[in-house]
C-alpha cells in the first residue's frame, strides 16, 4: 500500500524556519516526482514547489521562490521543504503528493494514494 507521510508542521514566528518531510513507504517514490502544496482555511490547495525525479532542478511557485527550498534524499525515500522567512500567510495545511512529471497544480495530482495527509504550519506573533 503505498502512502507519504509529512511531518515537521508547528507553530513558528514570522521570520521563522521550518523543515517539513515527506517520507514514501509502499513504493518507489524515487520513480516519481513530489509536489507540496499549502491549504489555508477556506481556501483551495495550492501548489508550492515541485522536484523531478530525476537531477533537473526544482520548480517553485513564485510566492515561495527565493524562499523555499525543496531536496530529496534518495536513499531514505523522503522528500523535504525547507521554509524559511516564513510570513503569516505561508500558514496552513501542507500536504506532498507523487505524481510521475512535476506540475504546481494540485488537480493533475489525480491518485488519492499518493497523497499524504498533512501538516500543520501556523506562522504568528
Known amino acids: 500500500q503505498a502512502q507519504l507521510v509529512e511531518s515537521g508542521g508547528g507553530a513558528v514566528q514570522p521570520g521563522g524556519s521550518l523543515r517539513l518531510s515527506c517520507a514514501g513507504s509502499?513504493?518507489?517514490?524515487?520513480?516519481?516526482?513530489v509536489g507540496w502544496f499549502r491549504q489555508a482555511p477556506g481556501k483551495e490547495r495550492e501548489g508550492v514547489a515541485c522536484?523531478?525525479?530525476?537531477?533537473?532542478?526544482?520548480y517553485y511557485a513564485p510566492s515561495f521562490e527565493g524562499r523555499f527550498t525543496v531536496s530529496r534524499d534518495w536513499a531514505a525515500n523522503t522528500v523535504y521543504l525547507e521554509m524559511n522567512n516564513l510570513k503569516p500567510e505561508d500558514g496552513g495545511v501542507y500536504y506532498c503528493?507523487?505524481?510521475?512529471?512535476?506540475?504546481?497544480?494540485?488537480?493533475?495530482?489525480?491518485?488519492?494514494?499518493?497523497w499524504g495527509k498533512g501538516t500543520l504550519v501556523t506562522v504568528s506573533s
Open positions: 503528493a507523487a505524481i510521475v512529471l512535476c506540475s504546481l497544480n494540485a488537480a493533475d495530482y489525480a491518485n488519492p494514494d499518493y
Open positions: 509502499g513504493f518507489h517514490l524515487e520513480y516519481f516526482a
Open positions: 522536484i523531478p525525479n530525476s537531477s533537473r532542478r526544482p
